[in-house]
């Protein structure tokens, strides 16, 4: 009979555990997530550069007003910030929380973007996003570069255009022109699940922000990210720092909801640090 009891009492316990995991699975609060990016051949002026990435946010609220987003990053104190694609959803016509954004950060560092999958499929709503980017003085980043300056130092920024992603799913070269001579080259770039065809086609960049699968949406114990947003399965590049060719990836999971809740996977707004290793 004690027996009995005891079963029953482990079989109580273990589904209490098992419902409090589920329970704080689904708790995905925001999340300042930070990296060092070393290197030997950083020029002194770069030296504790930090740039703020803000991907797939698909027009989501943080706080009244977007402050709790704000306050996150001008606690953070960048020195830039890039906006990865999808800011916008294609079901959310409202882009107010995006206009609340926009009008913080600008006043924080410079804001440079490129556009995501959800940008160029309602195209009409892109429109109206392209408007308050030129309003609050965003500058996109359409297959074009940008010379900027940080003491002393010269860093290019180059956007790739989102709709290539449709040009290496039929198997089509990517071209990226290099950086100028004497720049720290940072590209920008939608999907992460390119990455192997940007590293290889690149030369002489050291960053690449990209964002996309929303960190594998479900994030299992030991068996890591199981389904990227456009529902391939235990995605290879779903967030975190990737090296290839000399170019290292940061992967955004984003900010932003999905067609499946997100589990195990908290959202997150990303913060690199560039240090002379």
Known sequence: MHHIHLKKWLLRALLLFLLLLICFGFYNPLTLVRYEVSSSDLPAGLDG?????????????????????????????????????????????????????????????????????????????????????????????????????HNGERIYLYGIGA???EDLE?????????????????????????????????????????????GGIIRLPLLGPLISNDGTLFPKYAGGLYEQNGLTMVASRGMGKSFIPRFNNPMELVCVTLTAG
């Not at 080259?185 to 030369?203: C, K, N, R, T, V």
């Open 49 to 149: 550069y930090r740039i703020i990435q803000i991907s797939d946010l698909h027009s989501t609220q943080f706080g009244q007003q977007q402050n709790t987003l704000i306050q996150m990053i001008r606690e953070a104190q960048p020195d830039l910030i890039l906006l990865t694609g999808d800011i916008m959803d294609k079901h959310d016509t409202d882009l107010e929380q995006v206009q609340m954004l926009l009008e913080g950060i600008t006043q924080l560092a410079p804001v440079y973007a490129v556009a995501g999958n959800h940008e160029y499929t309602n195209y009409s709503l892109y429109v109206e996003l392209k408007a308050l980017y030129e309003r609050y003085h965003v500058a996109e980043l359409e297959d074009t570069g940008q010379l900027l300056l």
């Open 170 to 214: 039929e198997g089509l070269p990517l071209s990226i022109p290099d950086p100028p001579e004497d720049c720290y080259g940072i590209l920008l770039y939608h999907f992460s699940m390119d990455f192997e065809a940007i590293a290889a086609a690149q030369s002489g960049y050291s960053l690449l922000f990209t964002g996309h699968s929303h």
């Open 163 to 165: 709709l290539h992603a």
